[in-house]
């Protein structure tokens, strides 16, 4: 069964974002997107909420984003080649091929992805990652910790989620920023 992975770039402090929505410092250098890119290509799907999606999209539609560097036409390939589901109640259409729209983040129907999927599960915003750790539903965590207090903004973890964790990996980067993969324990 495939294992869906609640993958951020989170401040010290365990933000996302700042309270000003910025997330400049967040920015991988090109040794931990190099690092991203290897953890992600085996990934066949990623869950996003329509904001996350709409910031992604470039990674198909704009070519200067792959042009930008080898790494960058990497991860550009990676991310077309896996499958892409939004989640929006707003969204009328897509603009990226293996994309669909749900209307509802629906626990049962991604447990069914998780037993047919052909790869991981990535989940990359926090809003959507509570309503899977709230459903049992994410396996691993991928947190990469940016050298960065931020003060408040958006959480990268949910309130009124207790997980008891393994650790699996870690590794440091030369830029500060730090990889740590946790798996979650089963307590039901
Ligand atoms: N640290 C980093 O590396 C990094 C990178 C990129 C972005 N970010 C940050 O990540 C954050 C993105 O999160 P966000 O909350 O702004 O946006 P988001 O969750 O990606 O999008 C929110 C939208 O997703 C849809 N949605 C969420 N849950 C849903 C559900 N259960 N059913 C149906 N639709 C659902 C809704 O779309 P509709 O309104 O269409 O219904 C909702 O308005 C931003 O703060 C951004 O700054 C951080």
Redesign the pocket.
Known sequence: MAKLIYS???SLDGY??DED?N?DW??PDEEAHAFINDLDRPVGTYL??????E?MVGWETDPTLANESPLMEDFAQIWQAADKVV?????EAVSTTRTRI????DPEAVRRTKVLARGDLIVG????AA?AFRAGLVDELHLFVAPMVVGGG?RSLPYNVRLKLDLLDERRFGSGMVYLNYRTRRTR
């Open positions: 951020a770039i989170s996302v974002a929505g997330f967040a920015v996003y909420g329509r904001r996350m999606y910031t989640y929006s109640k707003t969204l749900e209307r509802d983040f915003e926090p809003e959507l309503q958006k």
